[in-house]
């Protein structure tokens, strides 16, 4: 077992989201269930994609996803849909990138994080637990399609009244 590291750069923090977004989509369930799988059910983003960022970025995506579930499988974690398949909570209106809105993702995240002085760990915690990534993966008002800066205003309000 290698040892936890924490997520320490722009590039790791893309990668493990690319990693949590694209197991999700080869699941058919919601990333916030491959978030969880991945730090509360076990210790595969800290103690596997992390550490291995240096030699697993470099692989293709179907290799990558394909590897993760094997670790999964090695580690006992399960995934199982809860309620039929995850596009049909999706807007039909929705039609952003899927890359796209993963790197959307990790700025707004790291932006949060800095604002917040927060570590990117805790940062990408609590974006995969927040109402505003709720609202941008469902294509709710087009949350997707706003500012950066603006998604960063949304988090710290939502962030701000948890604090309370």
């Known amino acids: 077992m290698m040892a936890d590291k924490k997520i320490k750069n722009s590039n790791e923090l893309e990668f493990a989201v690319f990693c949590i977004e694209n197991v999700a989509a080869k699941l ?40 993760l579930l094997d670790v999964m499988k090695e580690r006992g974690v399960e995934i199982t849909p809860l309620n039929g398949n995850i596009q049909s909570k999706k807007s039909s209106a929705m039609t952003a990138n899927p890359i796209l809105l993963q790197k959307k993702y990790s700025r707004v995240i790291e932006c949060f994080a800095k604002q917040q002085g927060l570590s990117l760990d ?43």
């Open 122 to 164: 805790a940062a990408l915690d609590f974006f995969y637990h927040s109402e505003v990534y709720q609202l941008i993966r469902d294509g709710v008002s087009d949350m997707h399609c706003m500012s950066d800066a603006y998604l960063v205003d949304e988090l710290e309000q939502e962030y701000n009244q948890n604090m309370e």
């Open 28 to 67: 058919g369930v919601d990333a916030e269930r491959v978030y969880q799988a991945f730090t509360k059910k076990s210790d595969i983003l800290n103690g596997y994609i992390v550490p291995e960022y240096e030699v697993l970025h470099t692989q293709s995506r179907e290799y990558i996803v394909a590897d």
